[in-house]
């Protein structure tokens, strides 16, 4: 009989004395040493693993808008543009996750739901960095960050800077179109659209070959939005079919608070502005 298929034989690396392995390099043992579930539902990994996956996605998100608003400011927008459409994979890889977490019924959830005391989503620092990075600016959301000095601190610091939709409109600034200071002024949303910005908007699409740039930086706008509003769907829709009606464990009004959160316009002349079309 043959001998088994042996991997070394055509150079595989087997021993790894003294070497970086896989595990090493991606510092498996921290990774997969963070699952502690403190109850012995069979579910709570699974709610556990969720959310973690999550997070890291929000982390590689975080990283790719900091970058992508870096080389906006820098007029840099094809590298811009690139960065962008990665994020709107990152969110979509996001709303995928949802299907995972829909196979867990009210029945699972229950059986853990208590322990998990007032700890809620809500509490996400790096989502609530994405909310402000994005333009979404409620500082009233910094309050569940008084206890972790640091996570306060980056917060106010990103509170500080322009938002990514601040950025585009400065880009459009430098391009040469006309918009007001209060166009590029700080604004927390849900705001209405300024007629200003509106106007340029409607120039861009009303002629894409003359505002090619503008154009595309605009469209790849309106996927993020569009993908972080099934994000949103998604969850009060998850939300609804494993607790009802019932209160957050964060204290808001659970479905009350996340359907309220769905009115949320993150680029807001980016949609008014398509009924003049
Ligand atoms: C069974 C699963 C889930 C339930 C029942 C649930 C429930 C809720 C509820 C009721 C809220 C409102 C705040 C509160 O009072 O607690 C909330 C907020 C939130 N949840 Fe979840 N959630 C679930 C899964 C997830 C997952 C997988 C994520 C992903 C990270 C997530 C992230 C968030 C975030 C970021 C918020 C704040 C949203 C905002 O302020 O707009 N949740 N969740
Ligand atoms: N707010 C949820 C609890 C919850 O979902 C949760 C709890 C701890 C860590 C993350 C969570 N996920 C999203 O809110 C609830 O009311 O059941």
């Not at 693993?49 to 929000?58: A, F, K, P, V």
């Not at 811009?80 to 996001?94: D, G, S, Y």
């Not at 007032?118 to 333009?135: K, N, T, V």
Request: proline content about 6%; some cysteine.
């Amino acid at each position: 009989m043959a001998d088994p298929y042996d991997p070394a034989r055509e150079g595989a690396q087997m021993g790894f004395d003294g070497r970086m392995s896989y595990a090493d390099y991606l510092g498996l043992d921290r990774v997969l040493s963070a699952q502690a579930p403190i109850s012995d539902a069979h579910d709570e990994m699974l709610f556990i693993i969720q959310h973690q996956t999550s997070e890291l996605w929000m982390k590689l998100m975080l990283a790719e808008l900091a970058a992508a608003r870096a080389e906006l400011a820098a007029d840099r927008l094809a590298p811009a543009l690139k960065l962008l459409a990665r994020v709107a994979r990152i969110m979509e890889q996001l709303n995928s996750a949802w299907d995972v977490l829909r196979t867990m019924t009210p029945s699972d959830y229950t059986t853990f739901r208590e322990k998990l005391g007032q700890s809620s989503g809500f509490q996400s620092w790096q989502y609530r960095m994405i909310e402000y990075r994005l333009g979404n600016r409620n500082p009233a959301m910094m309050r569940p960050h008084a206890h972790v000095p640091a996570v306060h601190a980056a917060l106010q610091a990103e509170l500080a800077q322009p938002c990514l939709y601040q950025t585009v409109l400065g880009v459009a600034v430098r391009m040469g179109h006309d918009l007001p200071d209060t166009a590029l002024a700080p604004r927390q949303t849900p705001a209405p659209s300024l007629p200003e910005v509106q106007a340029l908007w409607a120039k861009v699409y009303r002629d894409p070959a003359a505002h090619w740039a503008l154009y595309e930086l605009a469209e790849k706008l309106v996927d993020l939005e569009d993908y972080f509003r099934s994000w949103r769907f998604n969850h009060v829709t998850t939300v609804e079919r494993v607790i009802g009606l019932k209160h957050g464990t964060g204290g808001t009004g659970g479905t009350s608070y996340l359907k309220r959160m769905l009115d949320v316009v993150l680029f807001p002349e980016l949609w008014t502005v398509r009924t003049e079309l």
